[in-house]
């Protein structure tokens, strides 16, 4: 079992950018493939990016390609998000997300999220 807990959200001009961060607890996390997804008022949650469990493959959300960036730290207990060219369509909660298989659509286990507000 994996505990998460994200940071780094806040408010930013449209252009800009923001890192996320995702700790996790316990000391299986390089079992764990990540991801974040976001979920923005009155819409359905979807699915920005993930990373295998060795950090060497990754892929993402039609929306945030080319301008988002996943990453990890095993040792760390750490994964981020890296977050440019923001657009007010980016404001959402980003929450970060562990599966066993990378590449899965269900993740059992999940953070409490991050608010982005992203302004015109």
């Known amino acids: 079992q994996v505990q998460l807990v994200e940071s780094g959200g806040g408010l930013v001009q449209a252009g800009g950018s923001l890192r996320l961060s995702c700790a996790a607890s316990?000391?299986?996390?390089?079992?764990?493939?990540m991801g974040w997804f976001r979920q923005a008022p009155g819409k359905e949650r979807e699915f920005v990016a993930a990373?295998?469990?060795?950090?060497?493959?990754?892929y993402y959300g039609d929306s945030v390609k080319g301008r988002f960036t996943i990453s990890r730290d095993n040792a760390k207990n750490m994964v981020y998000l890296q977050l440019n060219s923001l657009k007010p369509e980016d404001t959402a909660v980003y929450s970060c997300?562990?599966?066993?298989?990378?590449?899965?659509?269900?993740?059992?286990?999940w953070g409490q999220g991050t608010q982005v507000t992203v302004s015109s």
């Open positions: 997300a562990a599966t066993p298989l990378y590449g899965a659509s269900k993740y059992p286990y």
């Open positions: 316990g000391r299986t996390f390089s079992s764990y493939a």
């Open positions: 990373i295998s469990r060795s950090g060497g493959s990754t």
